[in-house]
């Protein structure tokens, strides 16, 4: 057991050493922290940043627009910060406005300021307070600094709210992947025979297939949604941890300590949980590095073909889909940011798995 905290630990030293490596963690711990508190930082805190105006859609970044806030509810609840609250505000975008008695007047927002309409509204009947009050608390200037996408909505919370699903996917993808991966690799190389012949078939079947058709086919079997996605990506991924373990565990089992434990009549599942994979776990742990990377892009991947995350959860990949045609109508950003932020992220999750590759291959120094 000491000799194994000290291989760790040096593992862990070596991967200190790689800036690349530490930078990368830092970053998608920073990642996490949005992630975890979205619906605080962004702009729109409104449900999938869903509070939009067709009228100001495709605005470039830094865009300001006067509004009008127009209250619809108060009620508040604490789950709002995790899940998003409900719209309780309308935004109407106004080029100017002016009050009359109890009425306010106001020139709606047009590209065109020839074609904006005047209209107007009661004070008393719509805020139920005093003209003073409006001006004051419910007229006012709003930026976007992502500019907004096709719908009007806000770009940076939408950005900022579809880290949620990327990481998301990750997670639930390469848990799925580890605990199908690791049961059916120690099975398969521990009691090997016909047990691991036919879960060796199973796992050359299944790595046959195209990973994108198998998750699409697995999508259609259980329906559009946002779970749904997670687990058919995660079942398409256990193969690679499967084939990894099932080598280590059959190099292990023959070790002196795994006789010995046999000799004291300690049970397979004891063997296999308690002596065999505490040993196996650092090619695990690399595999799975790579896997949260390609969770991400088959995910993307599946937004962008309309099988993922479904409209109006915001999802980098959907993102993508909703604005790749604007690339050639002069505001490729809208595609280009979500893209970017992909990159980064993927590129984040393979820097640190070629960090722990190489802080815990013990052949190095």
Do not use: C
């Not at 940043?49 to 470039?60: C, H, L, M, Y």
């Amino acid at each position: 057991m000491e000799k194994a905290v000290s291989q760790y630990g040096m593992a862990l030293q070596k991967f200190k050493k790689n800036f690349w490596g530490v930078f990368s963690f830092w970053f998608i711990i920073f990642l996490i922290i949005i992630s975890v508190f979205a619906y605080v930082i962004a702009p729109d805190a409104t449900k999938n940043a869903n509070n939009g105006d067709v009228s100001i859609r495709t605005k470039p970044p830094g865009f300001t627009v006067k509004v009008i806030e127009i209250p619809i509810n108060d009620q508040h609840h604490f789950t709002d910060w995790i899940t998003g609250k409900k719209i309780n505000t309308q935004y109407i975008p106004i080029l100017d406005y002016h009050i009359q008695n109890d009425t306010l007047y106001y020139h709606q927002y047009n590209e065109d300021v020839q074609l904006a309409q005047e209209k107007s509204m009661s004070i008393a009947a719509v805020f139920h307070t005093d003209s003073t009050t409006v001006e004051k608390e419910h007229i006012g200037e709003k930026k976007f600094w992502l500019g907004t996408d096709n719908q009007g909505r806000d770009y940076l919370s939408r950005l900022i709210i579809g880290t949620r699903v990327s990481l998301t996917i990750g997670f639930v993808a390469v848990f799925i992947s580890i605990i199908v991966g690791v049961t059916l690799g120690s099975i398969a190389g521990y009691f090997g025979g016909k047990i691991d012949t036919f879960i060796l078939w199973l796992i050359n079947v299944v790595w046959s297939i195209p990973t994108l058709l198998l998750v699409i086919a697995i999508t259609l079997a259980l329906g559009k949604g946002f779970w749904q996605v997670f687990i058919a990506v995660g079942l398409t991924m256990w193969v690679e941890v499967a084939r990894i373990v099932r080598g280590q565990v059959m190099s292990l089992k023959q070790a002196q300590y795994i006789t010995a434990a046999r000799a004291l009549g300690f049970s397979d599942v004891r063997i296999i949980f308690k002596h065999i994979l505490p040993n196996s776990w650092a090619p695990v742990i690399v595999i799975s590095a790579a896997n949260f990377a390609s969770a991400i892009l088959i995910e993307s991947g599946l937004s962008f073909l309309g099988l993922g995350a479904q409209v109006p959860i915001p999802s980098w990949g959907g993102m993508i889909k909703e604005h790749y045609n604007y690339i050639i109508l002069g505001k490729a950003y809208l595609a280009l940011i979500p893209g970017t932020a992909m990159v980064l992220l993927v590129v984040a999750f393979m820097m640190i798995g070629n960090a722990l590759r190489d802080a815990l291959d013990v052949k190095k120094s």
